[in-house]
């Protein structure tokens, strides 16, 4: 019997950033890192290695749209 699971490895796209320069009540370690998913469906977002978020593109799009109207 064939296996029908691939497994495939990937590199996955990152962006980091010091909160100092954003955030006036940033430490000066805090950071942020937004990971984009291996399907490109979505984002994994990290802060300070304690808070952790994960959406899809469209999850993503309502935030934009909700802070837009704020």
Do not use: P
Request: hydrophobic fraction near 40%.
């Amino acid at each position: 019997m064939k296996n029908k699971n691939k497994i495939s490895i990937s590199e996955r796209k990152a962006a980091f950033v010091e909160l100092i320069d954003f955030c006036v009540f940033a430490n000066e370690d805090d950071y942020m890192e937004v990971t984009k998913w291996t399907n490109g469906q979505g984002y994994d977002i990290d802060i300070n290695g304690k808070k952790h978020i994960s959406m899809t593109i469209g999850e993503f799009d309502a935030l934009k749209t909700i802070i837009k109207k704020l």
